[in-house]
C-alpha cells in the first residue's frame, strides 16, 4: 500500500484494525507513523512506539501517551530520544523505568536517576547497562541487594578495583560474574581459578584462556 493509498482508505476508516497493527509493525514512512501515533487504539499506538523508524516527535508524544505498554514500548526503541528517555526514567511504573534501564542507548543520566530507584531490579538493569557511570557502578556495588551487586560484576565498564572487592563477596553468583567479567585482573582470576565451587573455578580459568589469547 502506497502513502496515497494509505491516506484514502485510512481517511475512509477502510483499513482493519489487523492491517493497521501490520503498518504500524512495518511502515517506514514517517507521515504514516506520524498518523498512527494518534490512532485511537493503543494496540496500534504500541507498534508505532516500536518501530525503530519512527520519528522522533512521534515517539516524544506517545511517550506521554495514557496506556503504559505503549509508554514501555517507546522505552524500548533505540531510536527514542535521550531527553524523552531521562523523562521516562521517572515515569510512574515500573515497567517503564524497567525497559529504560535496559535500553542500550539509554544516556548516563537517565540512569542515574534510576541507580537510586527503590525497585531492586530497576537497579539492576541500571547496574548492567554500559552506559551507566563508573561513579555510580562503584556506589551500587556496595548495594544491599545481592542481585544488583551481581548487575555490577556482569558490567564489563566497572573497574578493576571493584572487581577486586566484589571478587570477596559471600555471594557464589556475585563472584561468578566477577569470574566472567573481562576487565577483571589476572590476579584475581587466578585466585577464583582455586575457588570451591566448580563454575567459579571454571569461569575464571576460562577467562584466563581468553586473556592469554
Known amino acids: 500500500m ?3 493509498e494509505f491516506k484514502f482508505q485510512y481517511a475512509l476508516g477502510s483499513i482493519s484494525k489487523n492491517d493497521l497493527v501490520n503498518i504500524a509493525k512495518k511502515s517506514r514512512s514517517k507521515y504514516v507513523l506520524t498518523i498512527l ?8 499506538r504500541s507498534y508505532v ?5 519512527s520519528p522522533a516527535e512521534a515517539l516524544t508524544n506517545l511517550s506521554k501517551d495514557e496506556d503504559m505498554f505503549t509508554r514501555r514500548c517507546v522505552a524500548s526503541n533505540k531510536n527514542t530520544p535521550f531527553e524523552v ?16 534501564a535496559e535500553n542500550p542507548r539509554t544516556p548516563t543520566k537517565a540512569l542515574t536517576k534510576l541507580a537510586k530507584d527503590k525497585s531492586w531490579y530497576i537497579r539492576r538493569c541500571a ?10 557502578l562503584t556506589k551500587l556495588s556496595e548495594d ?3 542481585y544488583v551487586k551481581q548487575g555490577v560484576a556482569r558490567n564489563p565498564r566497572t573497574p578493576k578495583k571493584v572487581l577486586t572487592k566484589l571478587s570477596e563477596d559471600e555471594d557464589c553468583n556475585v563472584k561468578m560474574w566477577v569470574a566472567n567479567n573481562p576487565n577483571t585482573t589476572k590476579k584475581v582470576l587466578t ?8 563454575y567459579i573455578k ?8 581468553r586473556k592469554s589469547k
Open 37 to 44: 501515533s494518534k490512532n485511537e487504539d493503543w494496540h496500534v
Open 127 to 136: 547496574a548492567e547497562n554500559r552506559n551507566i557511570s563508573v561513579k555510580v
Open 191 to 198: 585466585k577464583l581459578s582455586k575457588d570451591r565451587n566448580w
Open 2 to 4: 502506497t502513502v496515497k
Open 144 to 146: 544491599k541487594e545481592l
Open 202 to 209: 571454571y569461569s575464571a580459568s576460562e577467562n584466563l584462556k
Open 49 to 53: 512506539a516500536e518501530n525503530r523508524n
Open 85 to 100: 528517555l531521562i523523562n521516562l526514567a521517572t515515569d510512574e511504573k515500573d515497567s517503564v523505568k524497567e525497559s529504560v
